[in-house]
C-alpha cells in the first residue's frame, strides 16, 4: 500500500467525508463525520481522523465545501470567476489545529447574463456519485412564487435533468407523494461513468479560466 500523504475533506452543511491520500491523490481509506453546521469543527474533525493520526502522525488537511462558510470552521472569501486551479489554491485559508496544517478552499463567485450572482462550494457534485452508481433521484425544486428561492433557476434544472433522463423530478406536492411510493423503480436511465469526456473536462476548464470555449460541448 501506497505511504499517506494528506487527508482530503469534502465538508458540507450536514455530513463530513473524508479521504486518506496518498502523494499522487488515490484514495487509501475513507471516514466521515458530522456537518459543518455543528458547532466545534476543530473537536470534531479531529476525533474523525484519530485513527488515522495513530497510524500516520499528523497530516495536512485539505478542506472544500461549507467548511469555509460563515457557519463553518473558518470563513474563507469567494474567489470571483474566471480562476485558475494556482489562484484557488493560492487563496486557501491555510492555518494550524492542534500541531496539524490545515488550508481550506475558497468558494466560487461569478455573475450570469442578467448579473445576479451565483455561487458555488461544492455539495450539489455529489449528485455524481449517485448517477455513477445507478442509484434512483428524486428532487422536488424550489419555487420563486412560493417565496422558497429568488428566481425558478431550479425548475429549469430539474427538468433539464428529467429531459436527460438523470434524475427524476416531482414538480408539486402530490407529484412527490407518487413518485416516493415508487422509488425503488426510479433508477437513473443513464448511468455516467467515473470520468466526464475529455472534450467536456477541456471547455470546463477553459471556462473557469476565462478561455474561449469550443461549440458542441457533449452533455
Not at 481522523?49 to 463553518?72: E, N, Q
Not at 407523494?177 to 425503488?184: I, R, S
Amino acid at each position: 500500500m501506497s505511504e499517506a500523504a494528506f487527508i482530503a475533506g469534502d465538508w458540507g452543511t450536514s455530513r463530513l467525508r473524508l479521504y486518506l491520500c496518498d502523494p499522487a491523490g488515490n484514495v487509501l481509506a475513507r471516514g466521515a463525520g458530522e456537518g459543518a453546521s455543528v458547532p466545534d469543527c476543530a473537536g470534531r474533525f479531529a476525533a474523525a481522523i484519530v485513527g488515522w493520526d495513530k497510524a500516520h502522525g499528523f497530516l495536512p488537511a485539505v478542506l472544500a465545501g461549507m467548511v469555509g462558510s460563515s457557519i463553518g470552521w473558518r470563513e474563507v472569501p469567494y474567489l470571483k470567476c474566471p480562476a485558475r486551479p494556482e489562484a484557488i489554491a493560492a487563496s486557501a485559508l491555510r492555518f494550524e489545529s492542534q500541531g496539524r496544517a490545515i488550508a481550506i478552499l475558497p468558494g466560487l463567485s461569478c455573475r450570469g447574463k442578467t448579473g445576479a450572482p451565483d455561487v458555488l462550494r461544492g455539495e450539489e457534485t455529489q449528485i455524481l456519485g449517485a448517477l455513477e452508481m445507478g442509484r434512483p433521484l428524486l428532487v422536488m425544486p424550489r419555487r420563486a412564487a412560493l417565496g422558497e428561492h429568488r428566481n425558478d433557476h431550479q425548475l429549469a434544472t430539474a427538468r433539464r435533468f428529467a429531459e436527460l433522463g438523470s434524475v427524476s423530478a416531482a414538480f408539486d406536492e402530490a407529484e412527490l407523494h407518487a413518485k416516493l411510493d415508487t422509488l425503488d423503480r426510479l433508477a437513473a436511465r443513464n448511468r455516467i461513468g467515473r470520468y466526464a469526456p475529455g472534450p467536456f473536462i477541456a471547455a470546463l476548464r477553459a471556462f473557469i479560466a476565462g478561455e474561449p470555449v469550443a461549440d458542441g460541448i457533449p452533455q
